[in-house]
C-alpha cells in the first residue's frame, strides 16, 4: 500500500452523545464491523463513543456529518491510522485492531491526492503493486487497466502537476483500485474541486462502483454527495450515529430535529406541543398560529421543532386544510428551474417554499402557506442534540 498515512486529517475530538442510536450489529455478520468501538485521545472527551455498525460486502456506505462529528476519527480506525480507545473492528471476520495500515489490503483516496510529484502517473498508479512485489510484466498489466478504467491511459508519462485536479483525483482513485483491494477508503475526495467537476466525479466514482462492486467507505460533510452516491448514509453528530439508513429514508423519514436540518433543506418552525392522538398531535407555534404534524418522540406540554421540506409547502387559500397559515412574501431567490420565497409568518416566524420558476409574488405580497400533516414532523426539541461524555479512570 502507499505511504498514505501522512495525508489523512482528524476530525477533533468534539463532545459525544449519550447514546449511540446506529444500529448494533453482531460480531463477524459484516463485511466491515465495529462493535462497542470508543475511541479517546484524554481518556475523558471521547471523539467516538459506542459506535456499533455493519458494512455489507459491495456497498457504498458514506459517513456524513459536521465537523468534530468523528467520522473520520471513525475512517482513521478503520485504515488503521488510529487505534480505537476500546471495542473491535474487524474486516471479513478478522479483527484488524493490531494490524498496520500496509496489512489491511485497502485502498484510501485522499481530499489532497496525495501523488508523488516527481513520479509520472503510470509511476504513481503502479506504486502499490512495486511495494507488494509485483512482477514488471504484471504491474503494466495492471496500471494499463486502472488508467482505462479512469480514462486517463494518454497521460500515463506525464507529472501530476501536468494535470488539472480533476484528472490528479482519477490518478488518485486509479492507484487505489490498481491492486485490487477489499476495500477502498474515500476521506473527502472532491473536496478541491470545484462544483461543476465535483458532480461530475461523483457520477465516475458511482459507476466504478457499480462496475467493479467494490466496497467503499467514504466521508463527506456536503450532504448532496452522500444523497448522490451512497447505498447507505450513517448521520454522525458528536461522536456517534444520529441515523443509519439510505438516502430516501434520511431525507423522508428523519428520526431526530438534527438529522432532518442537516439533509436537504429544512424549515424548523418552535412551537408546544399542545395534544397528541395517535401518530399525530397539534403544536401551538410561538408567536401564535398551530399546525397539526407527525408526532416523533414528543409529549404533550413539551417544546418541541416542527420540520417541514421546502417542497412540500404550498401556496393555497385561506380555507385549504388543517395548516393553513397566513404569511407575508419577504423574498424571493430565483434558480432557474425553481425559486425560492421566503415568507414570514404573523408569529415573525420564517418558511422557504419552493415554487415554480414562473410564480410573481412580491415582497410585501400577502400568501397563504399549507401543507399536510402528515408532511410535518414534530421532534422534541432538544433530540439529537447530544451531549458531551466524560469518563475518566479509564
Known sequence: MIAEATGLSRDSAGPAPEVNVGSPNTCGRGFVEFVDVEKSYDGRTFAVTRLNL???????????GPSGSGKTTTLNMLAG??????????LEGRSVDRLPPYERNIGMVFQNYALFPHMSVEENVAFPLS???TTRADVASRVGRALDMVRLRQFGDRRPAQ???????RVALARALVFEPSLVLMDEPLGALDKKLREHMQIEIKQLHTMLGVTIVYVTHDQSEAL?????????????IAQLGSPDDLYNTPESSFVASF???????????????????????????????????????AACHVAIRPERLKLAPASNGANALAATVEGRIYLGDHQRLLARLESGQVLTVKVGPEATMGNGEPVTVSCAPTDCRAFPADAGTGGSISKTGE
Do not use: W, Y
Open 54 to 64: 455493519s458494512v455489507a460486502r459491495g456497498e457504498f456506505l458514506t459517513l456524513l
Open 81 to 90: 491510522f488510529e487505534r480505537p480507545t476500546c471495542g473491535v473492528i474487524t
Open 131 to 133: 511495494v507488494r512485489k
Open 163 to 169: 494535470l488539472s485536479g480533476g484528472q490528479q483525483q
Open 228 to 240: 448522490t452516491m451512497s447505498d447507505r448514509v450513517a448521520v454522525f453528530n458528536n461522536g456517534g
Open 263 to 301: 439533509i436537504g433543506e429544512n424549515n424548523t418552525l418552535e412551537g408546544k406541543v399542545e395534544r397528541v392522538s395517535g401518530k399525530e398531535c397539534r403544536v401551538a407555534l410561538h408567536g401564535g398560529g398551530s399546525v397539526a404534524a407527525l408526532a416523533i418522540g414528543v409529549a404533550e406540554g
